[in-house]
């Protein structure tokens, strides 16, 4: 966890909120300066303010709403701190709740160098971040969805369904195959949601690739040197990574990601494990979902999977392949090469020569391309 710990003539905390946010200024030694709940709006805000301009750093904690003050923040040349929601929920938990009494603490938190720091996304980037976020929340929609049909099947016992239900000629008479007309209804409004975010995935999807100016082409092209990830996939995973720089090690990283449980220790004794829902779990969900196109692609892979399922179960193999993609991740962007499949199942062997035409190879290729969304290799569900 890092926390802020840089010196300022004054220190603000913001308890934010839609319509109203409590702000408190305090000085070096702690001293109230201001303590005021006002309207959410900009210019309120900025006159409050404004005769502490001079040395003043605002710190809110990572609501869903602090998207518009890191703006103006950055817009005024004014230092902003996001707090982690989870960890400051932690630190400054008492009897006594109030919009007061929160904007004090974060403050004092603040100024006491203990204030937990969260990732500021940065405007530009964000917007499109948000936009594949809710691809994602549309596609889990539609699995649900597909799950759905397979379950009603198999509560009358009919014949297996096929293995995916997307595409064409996938659920021709599908409902037919049932006896009662309510049931039929049932799948028949399933199938039309699955037809319509299936539409509206699909232009989610055109407009990515049309639209998506890529920064970073070099990193963009590395990872979709992994089997099995495509244009979108890619994009998810450059997107919420973005900078490879803000995490010090691999365990960082991985920790990010929600890939490894952190243990909860007590005079020697293991006593538990942490919060399993800190961390970033689109993250989390994309090198997963990466793990299982890999698999789709990989002989050897499916061979390890088969041997680790024997030994740990299905679900623990996969974790363990997300945990280990994740860290060829990390240091692939951190080497800056490509992915090597002979290297990922061999990891503790150091390959004897340089990475030096790999490396060449990716930044050949982004110099020819443009500024706009990179076409894919070819391969499976180069898309995803």
Same mark, same amino acid.
């Given at each position: 966890?890092?926390f802020?710990?840089?010196?300022? /003539?004054f %220190?603000?905390?913001?308890?934010?909120?839609?319509?109203?946010? !409590? #702000?408190? =200024?305090?000085?070096?030694d702690? @001293?109230?300066?201001?303590?005021?709940n006002?309207?959410?709006?900009?210019?309120?805000?900025?006159?409050?303010?404004?005769?502490?301009?001079d040395?003043?750093?605002?710190s809110?904690?990572c609501?869903?709403?602090?998207?518009?003050?890191?703006d103006l923040?950055q817009?005024?040349q004014?230092?902003?701190?996001?707090?982690?929601?989870?960890?400051?929920?932690?630190?400054?938990?008492?009897?006594g709740?109030?919009?007061r009494?929160?904007?004090?603490?974060?403050?004092?938190?603040?100024?006491?160098?203990?204030?937990?720091?969260?990732?500021?996304?940065?405007?530009?980037?964000?917007?499109?971040?948000d936009?594949?976020?809710? /691809?994602? %929340?549309?596609?889990?929609?539609?699995?649900s969805?597909?799950? !759905? #049909?397979? =379950?009603?099947?198999?509560?009358? @016992?009919l014949p297996?369904?096929?293995?995916?239900?997307?595409?064409?000629?996938?659920?021709d008479?599908?409902?037919?195959?049932?006896?009662?007309?309510?049931?039929?209804?049932?799948i028949?409004?399933?199938l039309r949601l699955?037809?319509?975010?299936?539409?509206?995935?699909?232009?989610m999807?055109?407009?990515?690739?049309?639209?998506?100016?890529?920064e970073?082409?070099?990193?963009?092209?590395?990872?979709?040197?992994?089997?099995?990830?495509?244009?979108?996939l890619?994009?998810?995973?450059?997107?919420?990574?973005?900078?490879?720089?803000?995490?010090?090690?691999?365990?960082?990283?991985?920790?990010?990601?929600?890939?490894? /449980?952190?243990?909860?220790?007590?005079?020697?004794?293991?006593?538990?494990?942490?919060?399993?829902?800190?961390?970033?779990?689109?993250l989390?969900?994309?090198?997963a979902?990466?793990?299982?196109?890999?698999?789709?692609c990989?002989?050897?892979?499916?061979?390890?999977?088969?041997?680790?399922?024997q030994?740990?179960?299905?679900?623990?193999?996969?974790s363990?392949?997300?945990?280990?993609?994740?860290?060829?991740?990390?240091?692939?962007l951190?080497?800056?090469?490509?992915?090597?499949?002979?290297?990922?199942?061999?990891?503790?062997?150091?390959?004897?020569?340089?990475a030096?035409?790999?490396?060449?190879?990716?930044?050949?290729s982004?110099?020819?391309?443009?500024?706009?969304?990179?076409?894919?290799?070819?391969?499976?569900?180069?898309?995803n």
């Amino acid at each position: 966890m890092r926390f802020f710990t840089q010196l300022h /003539r004054f %220190y603000c905390g913001v308890d934010l909120h839609t319509k109203a946010m !409590h #702000v408190c =200024i305090q000085d070096q030694d702690g @001293n109230v300066l201001v303590d005021r709940n006002i309207a959410t709006d900009a210019r309120t805000f900025l006159d409050l303010i404004a005769p502490y301009r001079d040395g003043l750093v605002v710190s809110v904690e990572c609501t869903f709403s602090w998207y518009w003050l890191a703006d103006l923040c950055q817009a005024h040349q004014i230092p902003f701190v996001l707090g982690h929601a989870l960890y400051m929920r932690l630190i400054h938990g008492a009897k006594g709740k109030n919009d007061r009494i929160d904007a004090d603490k974060i403050t004092r938190l603040l100024r006491g160098g203990n204030f937990p720091l969260a990732y500021a996304y940065p405007k530009g980037m964000r917007e499109t971040r948000d936009l594949l976020r809710r /691809r994602m %929340y549309l596609v889990r929609q539609r699995a649900s969805l597909l799950v !759905h #049909v397979k =379950i009603v099947n198999s509560q009358y @016992n009919l014949p297996s369904l096929p293995r995916t239900l997307l595409g064409e000629g996938k659920r021709d008479d599908l409902a037919e195959r049932f006896a009662d007309a309510s049931v039929r209804q049932n799948i028949a409004v399933d199938l039309r949601l699955i037809d319509y975010l299936s539409g509206l995935i699909h232009q989610m999807e055109e407009y990515l690739i049309r639209t998506v100016k890529v920064e970073d082409p070099e990193t963009y092209l590395r990872l979709q040197s992994i089997p099995g990830v495509g244009r979108i996939l890619g994009l998810v995973l450059l997107y919420e990574i973005h900078d490879w720089r803000r995490f010090d090690d691999v365990g960082q990283f991985l920790s990010y990601a929600r890939l490894v /449980r952190c243990a909860h220790e007590s005079a020697g004794k293991r006593v538990g494990s942490g919060n399993p829902k800190i961390g970033n779990a689109h993250l989390k969900w994309a090198i997963a979902e990466a793990a299982c196109l890999f698999l789709a692609c990989s002989e050897r892979g499916r061979k390890w999977k088969q041997r680790h399922i024997q030994k740990h179960g299905r679900g623990k193999a996969m974790s363990v392949l997300a945990a280990k993609l994740g860290r060829t991740v990390y240091h692939m962007l951190r080497k800056r090469e490509v992915f090597e499949e002979d290297r990922f199942w061999n990891e503790n062997r150091r390959a004897d020569k340089p990475a030096t035409r790999a490396r060449t190879t990716v930044a050949a290729s982004a110099s020819t391309g443009s500024s706009s969304l990179l076409p894919a290799k070819g391969g499976r569900r180069a898309r995803n």
